[in-house]
């Protein structure tokens, strides 16, 4: 049965309420005037009524993890998203309603596979993607043979959006932050050689561990070893003894916050020098509180945090807090800002027709957002900002926000 991890039931789908306006001619006249007002939306208190809409009920349905090991992130994913559509709601009351129901993935590909089904089957017009990249793809690819479009909120993995048409993403992928975090790490740390952890049951892992070495290697770096784990193995002496011996400059980790609490402690009981870098899987409220003090000196990359100083970053997060009684993590933000993007697509084209809706989305261009300006591009990947992070005694800041450079990767076929 699905479930709300605040502990409330999921809103359900029910009738539309007044007639849905459909769009003429052009598809998008709307555009800059719907635009404007989600920028305003994004930036003021929201409890405002919407002139001249048509009413419009959008049916989202999000496919995630409310039970198994990433409930808590995910819990903090959906408050993200819940907290949209209750500021849209409140803010439109005579035009867009969004109805938002929630499908459990239960942390496994085959039940992400299942949930989708199930939201079609519920009347989703729209659907946000589970937070794994293993799951993702899974429910990209039913997204897609049922023509509906899907949006990932925070998995990374570059094949979710080469599914298709109607598979779009609003969170950088997978070979921009292991470029950026390679990168870094030759040309900031002068760091000649490195170690990569990869846990092999991990899609995301995987497609990291494949950027990182492709792209270390390029700028004239040497990868002293390769060294694979398993997922929540919790026993990781050998591991941490082979990336000891050998005597690497940084040590690559693209794996997720729990594995890595246990490993950088052992690590730090084994004296290993080696600077550790991650991806946005240490993007966790959680993994500070397991790391505590550790690491002495990290960095990894993420979408947005809790501690960013921008006015709408301020804002949202001040909202979240005052609606939930805790900080927002990244994904949260990025559920934000998934909502307002299905929501503005909505009202560009006028209805909930989910083959309109796909179109209008790959057709956004400049939205501002929470976690940045948010533009499509070509197999519904999203030009973005990466934020490299860094970690000073176990507390992270913002270090730099970096512009990708234009990489030649091919998309990872799908695994």
């Known amino acids: 049965m699905d479930a709300s991890p605040t502990g409330l039931p999921p809103p359900r789908i029910g009738p539309r309420h007044g007639a849905l306006r459909r769009a003429s001619g052009a598809i998008f006249p709307l555009w800059r005037h719907v ?74 590909p085959i039940m992400a596979k299942s949930a989708t089904k199930q939201a079609i089957a519920a009347g989703a017009a729209i659907l946000l993607a589970p937070s794994y990249s293993s799951q ?78 492709k792209r270390f290697l390029d700028l004239g770096g040497r990868v002293m070893a390769e060294i694979e784990y398993k997922m929540q193995q919790r026993h990781f002496d050998e591991v941490v003894k082979q990336a000891a011996r050998a005597k690497a400059d940084v040590l690559f980790m693209p794996g997720y916050w729990l594995d890595a609490s246990i490993m950088i402690k052992q690590m730090h009981g084994e004296g290993l020098g080696a600077i550790p870098l991650a991806g946005d899987g240490w993007g966790s409220s959680q993994f500070e509180n397991l790391r505590g003090e550790l690491p002495r000196r990290g960095y990894y990359t993420d979408h947005w945090a809790a501690f960013m100083t921008d006015e709408i970053s301020r804002r949202f997060s001040t909202a979240y807090a ?44 400049d939205v501002q957002g929470v976690t940045g300006v948010l ?25 730099r926000t970096v512009i990708p450079e234009a990489s030649p990767h091919v998309p990872h076929a799908q695994e």
């Open 322 to 365: 005052a609606r939930f009684g805790r900080q927002p993590v990244a994904g949260s933000a990025l559920a934000y800002d998934a909502v307002h993007m299905a929501a503005l697509a909505a009202m560009t084209v006028g209805h909930a027709q989910p083959q309109a809706l796909a179109l209008a989305l790959a057709n956004m261009r």
């Open 35 to 108: 635009a404007a007002f989600f920028l305003l939306l994004w930036a003021t208190p929201l409890a405002f009524p919407v002139p001249g809409l048509a009413d419009i009920t959008l049916p989202i349905g999000f496919v995630i993890g409310l039970t198994g090991p990433g409930a808590p992130d995910d819990s903090d994913i959906w408050d993200g998203a819940l907290l949209a559509v209750e500021e849209i709601n409140a803010a439109a009351p005579g035009g867009l309603h969004i109805v938002m129901t929630a499908h459990d993935t239960r942390g496994t």
């Open 136 to 213: 993702a793809l899974e429910a990209a690819k039913v997204a897609q043979g049922a023509g509906i479009p899907i949006i990932s909120v925070i998995a990374t993995h570059p094949g979710i959006t080469a599914v298709g048409d109607k598979v779009f993403r609003i969170c950088f992928d997978d070979n921009d932050q292991a470029d950026v975090m390679a990168t870094f790490a030759r040309r900031d740390l002068a760091a000649a050689t490195a170690v990569i952890l990869t846990d092999v049951t991990s899609a995301y892992a995987l497609a990291m561990a494949d950027a990182f070495r």
């Open 375 to 399: 533009t499509f591009v070509p197999e519904g990947t999203i030009k973005k900002s990466v934020h490299i992070m860094k970690i000073q005694n176990g507390k992270a800041s913002l270090l």
